[in-house]
């Protein structure tokens, strides 16, 4: 069974009280990032029409109307302030795997607890889907409370399951079906299998997203142990490798590096913001500065 990812053994649920400490400034930040679907100039609705007053944008016209009526009418707008955010959270083995004083996936739910409260704390609607090799839960975004607890209760119970894979590329098209707005959705996962790509690429034609891979110390750099057989823990593939040589430790280094900078290519290409998020970092501090980098942005 995998230790507790908060230091003195709470769950998530135990500790949303401090949690939501932390959480009122990233709440804050959300609500001035100046991101495509966030509060102000866009995602407005048309609310019907009335009579063009002089001075009125001309682009605000409803031809459709000002056509049957004879006379021109401009739409009204009403603006959607509300902000609706999703989770996509990883617990496959690799998220699991214990290198240091915490794994991947401790600093993902924590990190994800954190968006959660800070949702709550702007009363905007949140789901998720939580996956390792199936999808173990999934939600439509909704406000309130319970709904918070919902998600950090299925947070401190995600690590204890086990199904071997990942399924990353299932969990982001099953978000695309779930969302019917516009949403800020935040990945979390160390991107280490396949068949992300097209529907990453695709769920970010509708909606703005923070993919945050979570990195290790043991994902660049391996300890000096000799030869040692190494087993990948989704795939059972193993394999003996030469820790100690210095033209292998490049070679780890240099791979980890060019797929660090493909993963950060396909992101940017298609205007998902990527963001690394190591087990040693504050996870509140790294979301704070997405934030306060896309405002002066």
């Known amino acids: 069974m995998p230790k507790s990812f908060l230091s003195d053994n709470e769950s998530l649920v135990k500790k949303a009280s401090l949690l939501t400490l932390g959480a009122e400034k990233l709440a804050s930040g959300m609500k001035n990032g100046n991101f495509k679907s966030l509060y102000k100039g866009h995602g407005i609705e048309v609310n019907g029409v009335r009579d063009y007053i002089r001075g009125d944008d001309v682009r605000s016209l409803d031809w459709n109307v000002t ?36 794994t991947k996936y401790e600093e993902a739910a924590e990190a994800a607890a ?15 889907v939580f996956f390792d090799g199936e999808i173990h839960f999934s939600s439509k975004p909704r406000s309130g409370r319970n709904q918070s607890m919902l ?17 990353l590329g299932t969990a982001l098209n099953g978000a ?15 991107f280490r299998t396949g068949e992300w790509e097209k529907p990453l690429i695709a769920l970010s034609q509708k909606h703005d997203i923070i993919a945050v891979r979570v990195h290790d110390k043991y994902d660049d750099e ?17 394999m003996t490798l030469p820790t100690s040589s210095s033209k292998f430790k490049k070679q780890w280094n240099d791979y ?11 992101c940017q290409k298609h205007g998902v913001i990527p963001v690394i998020l190591k087990t040693v970092d504050d996870p509140l501090y790294v979301l704070n500065n997405v934030f306060s980098k896309k405002i002066k942005g």
């Open 222 to 238: 391996l300890p000096s142990l000799g030869s040692v057989i190494f087993e990948d823990i989704e795939s059972g593939i193993r």
């Open 176 to 190: 695309g079906k779930l969302l019917k707005q516009r949403s800020l959705i935040f990945i979390f996962s160390d």
């Open 256 to 266: 980890h590096e060019q797929k660090i900078a493909l993963w950060q290519e396909i």
């Open 67 to 102: 056509a049957r009526m004879g006379k021109p009418f401009v739409k009204v707008f009403e603006e959607q302030r509300e902000l609706q955010t999703f989770l996509v959270v990883d617990s496959s083995d690799s998220m699991l795997l214990e290198t240091g004083r915490k």
């Open 151 to 167: 998600l950090l209760q299925h947070l401190d119970r995600l690590s204890e399951i086990k199904t071997k894979g990942s399924s």
């Open 114 to 128: 954190l968006v959660t409260l800070a949702s709550e704390i702007n009363g905007c609607p949140v789901g998720g």
